[in-house]
C-alpha cells in the first residue's frame, strides 16, 4: 500500500523549486507521534506534482473548460457567494437531480449521492459496510486508494489478482469471493491503473456470489470503447450494487472535488449515518450543476481523447512495447528493467508520466495532440539510448508546442 515514487532525483527538472505546493511536508513521522500503530510506516498517495511542459501522470482531461463554461460557473458561483453565511443544501438534492438525469437508465434523485471527488464516496462507502472485524476484496493491480482507504477505516483488505492480460474472467473472480466471503467487493471498470474494462456479465455474475456489498469503480466510464457496457444496467437487478462516478475525467473538473455514485435507495440511507454534515459546499454544488448544464462541452472532449488514446496504444506497439488494452484516458505500457530509470529520462526531458502498476510497468495520460507528439519524440529517444532502436523522427521542440497549447484559451476539441 506504498504510494507513488519521491519525484525526480536532485538536479532534475523540479528540483530547483518547480515542484509545486504541498512537496514540503514531511516524509515520515516523529518517533514522539501518537500515531496509530495500523497506520505507521505507511506511504502517504500521491503521484508527483512537478512543473514540467508537458504532465501525462494523473490522468486529468487536458482540455480546459470552455469560455462558456466558465462563463456558466462564474455566474453560477457568483449567484451564491452571496449566501456563504448560511450552510449549503445538506443534501444536495438539485445536484443529485441533474447527476440523475446525466446517468438516465431511469434513476431519480433518491438512487444518487454526492461528495468531494470518487475518494470520499468510496470512504463513505467503507465506514458504513466496512470497518473493524470486516473485510473487502479488490483484484490487484488496480486503484491504489482503495487498499488505503480499507486502512484507514479498520477494514482488512483481501488482495486478489486478476488474470495474465489484467482482465477477471468470472470464474476467477468467484473463486476468490468464495474463499473470502467479503463484506465489500471491489471491482474497477476501467480499471486503473491498466485501462482493462469488466463486461456487465461479470458484474452480475459477482453480484451474484457476494455476500455483501459490491462497488463498481467507474471513474473512466466516458472514455469506454463500448459506454453502454456499464455496471448500471445490472443495478435493477443488484440491491447491494453501487457505481461510483467523478467529474474529474470527462468533466475536466479535477479542481472542483466532485464525485458521486448510484445505487439502491437503503445505500443512501445508510451512508447518511456517517457523512459529515453540510460537507458538500454551496460552491462545488453550483459548480457542478453549471458543468452538468453544458456537458456537451467537455464530454465532446472525451471523443478525442479516445483517438489520442487509440494512436498511442497503436504507436507504442508498433515499438515493440507491451501494451494493456485500454478503455480509460490514459496507456499502461512495458515492460522495462528498470523502469525508473526509463522514468526519470522522460522526465529529463520535459515530459512527466506515472511510476506505477505492476514492475516494469509505466502509465502515461493521453492529453493533445502536441503532448502525444512531445511524449513520442521523447520516448523514442529514450528507447533509442535503452534499446538502441532506430532513432525517431526528428522533434521539433514538442514539448515547447504542449506547453504553449496549454497556455491556449480555448482546447482544440471544443473550436
Known amino acids: 500500500m506504498s504510494g507513488s515514487p519521491a519525484g525526480p532525483a536532485a538536479g532534475g527538472p523540479g528540483a530547483a523549486g518547480n515542484s509545486r505546493a504541498g512537496s514540503s511536508l514531511p516524509s515520515s513521522l516523529p518517533s514522539w507521534l501518537p500515531i496509530r500503530e495500523d497506520l505507521a510506516g505507511h506511504t502517504a498517495y500521491g503521484a508527483p506534482q512537478i512543473d514540467v511542459p508537458v504532465r501525462l501522470n494523473t490522468n486529468e482531461n487536458p482540455y480546459p473548460p470552455s469560455p462558456a463554461m466558465v462563463q456558466a460557473i462564474t455566474q453560477a458561483v ?11 443544501d445538506r443534501d444536495a438534492v438539485a445536484l443529485r437531480g441533474d447527476l440523475a438525469t446525466y446517468l438516465g437508465h431511469g434513476l431519480g434523485v433518491g438512487q444518487v449521492w454526492a461528495a468531494n471527488g470518487s475518494n470520499e464516496i468510496i470512504q463513505q462507502l467503507f465506514q458504513a459496510f466496512g470497518g473493524q472485524g470486516r473485510t473487502a476484496l479488490g483484484f490487484e493491480p488496480s486503484y491504489s486508494m482503495h487498499p488505503l482507504i480499507a486502512l484507514a477505516t479498520g477494514t482488512r483488505w483481501i488482495s486478489g489478482a486478476r488474470d495474465a492480460d489484467f482482465g477477471l474472467e468470472p470464474d476467477h473472480a468467484l473463486s476468490a469471493i468464495r474463499a473470502h466471503a467479503p463484506d465489500l467487493v471491489f471491482l474497477t471498470s476501467p480499471n486503473n491503473p491498466t485501462g482493462t474494462a469488466l463486461s456487465p456479465e461479470v458484474i452480475e455474475a459477482v453480484c451474484a456470489a457476494a455476500p455483501g456489498m459490491v462497488i463498481v469503480d467507474e471513474a473512466y466510464a466516458e472514455f469506454a470503447r463500448d459506454t453502454s457496457a456499464t455496471a448500471l444496467t445490472v443495478l435493477p437487478r443488484c440491491r447491494r450494487l453501487v457505481v461510483t462516478r467523478t467529474m474529474s475525467k470527462a468533466f475536466a ?18 451512508l447518511l449515518l456517517v457523512r459529515l454534515p453540510y460537507h458538500l459546499s454551496a460552491v462545488t454544488q453550483a459548480v457542478a450543476r453549471a458543468a452538468l448544464a453544458l456537458a456537451s462541452a467537455p464530454l465532446a472532449t472525451v471523443a478525442a481523447l479516445r483517438e489520442q488514446r487509440d494512436d498511442l496504444v497503436g504507436w507504442l506497439r508498433s515499438r515493440g512495447l507491451r501494451v494493456a488494452d485500454s478503455d480509460a484516458n490514459f496507456v499502461l505500457f512495458g515492460e522495462f528493467g ?7 529520462a522522460l522526465l529529463d526531458r520535459g515530459v512527466l508520466i506515472r511510476e506505477t502498476g505492476p514492475s516494469g510497468w509505466l502509465r502515461v495520460t493521453a492529453g493533445t495532440p ?3 507528439s512531445a511524449f513520442r519524440d521523447a520516448l523514442g529517444a529514450v528507447l533509442v539510448l535503452v534499446r538502441g532502436d532506430a532513432p525517431p523522427d526528428p522533434p521539433i521542440a514538442a514539448t515547447r508546442r504542449a506547453a504553449a497549447s496549454r497556455r491556449g484559451s480555448t482546447s482544440e476539441a471544443s473550436r
Do not use: F, K, S
Request: glycine share 8%.
Open 338 to 344: 528498470d523502469r525508473h530509470a526509463i522514468w526519470q
Open 370 to 372: 502536441a503532448e502525444m
Open 253 to 270: 473538473l479535477a479542481g472542483a472535488r466532485v464525485g458521486y455514485l448510484a445505487a439502491d435507495p437503503a445505500v443512501l440511507q445508510a
Open 78 to 88: 457568483a449567484e451564491v457567494a452571496g449566501t456563504l453565511n448560511r450552510y449549503p
